[in-house]
């Protein structure tokens, strides 16, 4: 399996302090994607990273990567209550007609 | 825009019986679709990629005639379980890329919770 690995596995904070989770990869890639469960739910897409880009934003989410080391995070400043959810990262390799793989997830809990 | 609706979102069956689930992008048309499975606090799996008008590619280790996979239309894929046994009660998920963004963003239905008892 080439499923990368995430850590933290679990992660708990108070509401107000920032979260960050990192994600790591095996293959050279497209892009990275990180994405969003709710418990029993399906994904939502949070933010794209493509291999030339170092930096993205968007909103309170502050994404990294670093293809030299295969790595990438994921930032959520100001955490609320309503973040509490299981996070993936999803790799996009090169040569494989679009298949996304999927990290082992990062279950932040966000207490008030 | 860009939705995927999945049906059913839970399903109990018993064993040896067959389980259709249901993956539709509502306002698009997906060429392809992405089949996976999910045990309870792990990761997504791939078990397979629908084309449509073609068989389907199944991901090393994913019996084909046990998970049938057909993507009939622009718009629809399925995939059923047969003689389905308790080991294969999971959280299977689909996905749709749209391809007019890019092709790169994956959009998820909700999901589908098999029980087999």
């Known amino acids: 399996s080439q499923q990368g690995e995430e850590d933290p596995q679990a992660l708990s904070i108070q509401e107000g302090e920032n979260a960050t989770m990192n994600c790591s990869y095996k293959?050279?890639?497209?892009?990275l994607q990180w994405y969003r469960q709710n418990s029993g739910r399906g994904l939502v897409h949070l933010i794209l990273?493509?291999?030339?880009?170092r930096e993205k934003h968007s909103g309170r989410l502050r994404v990294t990567l670093d293809t030299s080391k295969k790595s990438s995070s994921l930032l959520i400043t100001a955490s609320r209550a309503a973040d509490t959810a299981s996070y993936f990262c999803?790799?996009?390799?090169?040569?494989?007609?679009?298949?996304?793989?999927f990290g082992t997830g990062t279950r932040l809990q966000v207490t008030l | 825009g860009a939705v995927v609706s999945q049906h059913p979102s839970w399903v109990i069956c018993k064993s040896g019986t067959s389980v259709k689930i249901e993956c539709r992008s509502l306002?698009?048309?997906?060429?392809?679709m992405f089949w996976y499975r999910q045990f309870p606090k792990q990761s997504l799996m791939l078990m397979a990629t629908?084309?449509?008008?073609?068989?389907?590619?199944?991901e090393q280790g994913v019996e084909k005639d046990k998970f049938l996979i057909n993507h009939a239309s622009l718009t629809l894929s399925t995939l059923t379980v047969t003689s389905a046994h308790p080991e294969d009660s999971s959280f299977y998920i689909c996905?749709?890329?749209?391809?007019?963004?890019?092709?790169?963003?994956?959009?998820f239905g909700q999901g589908t919770r098999l029980t087999v008892v």
């Open positions: 996905s749709a890329k749209h391809p007019y963004r890019g092709n790169t963003e994956a959009f």
């Open positions: 293959t050279s890639i497209n892009n």
């Open positions: 306002d698009f048309q997906a060429t392809t």
């Open positions: 629908s084309n449509e008008g073609s068989k389907a590619t199944y």
């Open positions: 999803a790799t996009d390799a090169t040569g494989t007609a679009s298949k996304l793989t």
């Open positions: 990273i493509r291999s030339n880009e």
